[in-house]
């Protein structure tokens, strides 16, 4: 068979049947492949973002903004980030003709309102996020902008909002091994024993792993990963075929896409919130988070925390410590406080 690539377009297989989509615009193409019809759409598709490389006025936003996707700042960031950039960058489209002179505080607070309005909040503190980022850049390159456009608030999760990924604990990490399946239980296996990302752990391929320790780069920071196999990942390496390139991969062979996995994920996590077995709010990346929970219970230094986790800061890492030295210190408060009530029991009868 002659394999044929078309360029702009990325296929994806899923349950045997291959789909494919325009790069650039995230669009599916629906004509059969091969066909003339099929180039048709995707030349349909490629003319459709033409407008976006017609230069915009010189002291815009939309200026700035194709400034900064062109820039070397930009290209080195971890295709996922850039992703998640872009998605802001389509929605600000509409005001790609402001100038950056009228670029204050009160513009910045009237998109972020906005966008909390259409989208929420979590994607209006995205956008704040992106801005910031836009609006130093621009500094840094000499670009008008207020220095003070930046300064908006994020939206603060509600009280009593549950926490988004928010840290699974041992018993639930356990109930969760059990159940999932062979495919789902090495994912989560690799994740836990290593603190990947879920990106990371579903490319992540056998050439990784060598001698019983775990080697690669993540995708996001770049951040090296380099550490002895936990033993329960270990046993799970050595009971998987081995069906191709990726070590995560489904029933039938084919590497897992973001999209199927979650999927398959969600799914099981489901059946056990309603058994009652796991707490709501149980996520994939909450489950990665136990390692460094666990390391830093453990009494491990921020810095050994890193060398497993591949934290690029110590931030995240130094949060984890202060919750587990936290409860060190609330279990010898219990503790204290059990021994003087039977104390003083004993000294009343």
Same mark, same amino acid.
């Given at each position: ?20 989509? #325009? ?9 059969? @492949?091969?066909?003339?019809? @099929? ?9 459709? =973002? ?6 915009? =006025? +010189? ?24 992703? $998640? ?6 929605? &600000? ?17 009237? +998109? ?6 259409? =989208?929420? %909040? #979590? ?18 390159? *000499? ?8 300064? +908006? ?14 840290? *699974? ?7 969760? &091994? ?29 050439? *990784? ?20 196999? #936990?033993?329960? &990942?270990?046993? &799970?390496?050595?009971?998987?075929? %081995? ?17 199927? @996995? ?10 056990l919130r309603t058994a009652g077995q796991v707490a709501p709010g149980l996520t994939f990346h909450g489950l990665r988070t136990t390692t460094a929970t666990m390391l830093a219970e453990a009494g491990c230094d921020t810095q050994t925390i890193m060398a497993i ?28 406080? $059990? ?11």
């Amino acid at each position: 068979m002659v394999e044929i690539k078309v360029r702009g377009v990325k296929a994806y297989k899923s349950r045997g049947k291959l789909y494919f989509y #325009h790069r650039k615009t995230r669009l599916r193409i629906r004509a059969e @492949f091969g066909t003339a019809a @099929f180039l048709a759409e995707v030349e349909r598709l490629d003319q459709s =973002r033409l407008p976006e490389a017609v230069p915009v =006025r +010189v002291g815009t936003l939309g200026a700035l903004i194709a400034a900064y996707r062109a820039s070397p700042e930009f290209r080195q960031l971890a295709v996922r980030t850039r992703d $998640d950039y872009q998605k802001v960058f389509n929605y &600000l489209r509409p005001l790609d003709g402001d100038p950056l002179v009228n670029i204050d505080p009160a513009y910045t607070l009237a +998109v972020r309102n906005a966008a909390f309005d259409k =989208r929420k %909040r #979590h994607f209006a503190n995205s956008v704040v996020t992106v801005l910031r980022l836009l609006f130093a850049w621009g500094q840094l390159y *000499g670009v008008g902008v207020d220095k003070n456009a930046a300064i +908006v608030p994020k939206f603060r999760r509600p009280r009593g909002t549950p926490k988004a990924n928010r840290r *699974g604990t041992r018993e639930e990490l356990e109930i969760v &091994l059990d159940a999932a399946p062979v495919e789902l239980r090495l994912a989560i296996a690799l994740a836990v024993c290593t603190g990947m990302r879920e990106s990371d752990v579903l490319r992540f391929p056998w050439s *990784g792993y060598v001698d019983g320790t775990i080697h690669g780069r993540a995708a996001k920071t770049g951040a090296p990963i380099s550490m002895p196999a #936990h033993p329960m &990942l270990r046993e &799970l390496l050595h009971q998987a075929p %081995r069906l191709g390139p990726i070590i995560v991969v489904g029933a039938r062979g084919n590497a897992f896409t973001p999209s199927g @996995f979650r999927t398959r994920f969600f799914k099981l996590i489901r059946q056990l919130r309603t058994a009652g077995q796991v707490a709501p709010g149980l996520t994939f990346h909450g489950l990665r988070t136990t390692t460094a929970t666990m390391l830093a219970e453990a009494g491990c230094d921020t810095q050994t925390i890193m060398a497993i986790t591949g934290h690029e800061t110590e931030a995240m890492v130094k949060l984890y410590r202060e919750e587990a030295d936290k409860k060190g210190r609330a279990d010898v408060a219990i503790k204290k406080l $059990d021994f003087a009530v039977r104390r003083n029991g004993k000294r009343t009868q």
